[in-house]
Nanobody
């Protein structure tokens, strides 16, 4: 029922910043936890960050902790990922995914976006 669209990706030099947006369609989005994931060429998809429905709890992968910040604005049906101090190793397609309340506490997600490309040059 929830549809997600990522935007904000692009090409930046190492040390630069990008802000990704995840726009949702669906009236139940504000009750969903949301995660950001990424997949680099030739690599498996990996977890990046997660935020609960109210924005009061966040969790980050060790590889991005201190550099990335996840936030949400339920009035706008949107979740954001602020990425600072980007490195070439951050190059990947970034996806947002929402988790219906019934799946809370699991590692499964209900809806996925199509992804947005982030490329960091040396």
């Amino acid at each position: 029922q929830v549809q997600l669209v990522e935007s904000g990706g692009g090409l930046v030099q190492a040390g630069g910043s990008l802000r990704l947006s995840c726009a949702a369609s669906g009236r139940t989005f504000s009750t969903h936890a949301v995660g950001w994931f990424r997949q680099a060429p030739g690599k498996e998809r990996e977890f990046v960050a997660r935020i609960n429905w109210s924005g009061t709890n966040t969790y980050y992968a060790d590889s991005v902790k201190g550099r990335f910040t996840i936030s949400r604005d339920n009035a706008k049906n949107a979740v954001y990922l602020q990425m600072n101090s980007l490195q070439p190793e951050d190059t990947a397609v970034y996806y947002c995914a929402s988790q219906a309340a019934g799946l809370y506490g699991s590692n499964r997600y209900s809806s996925w976006g199509q992804g947005t490309q982030v490329t960091v040059s040396p």
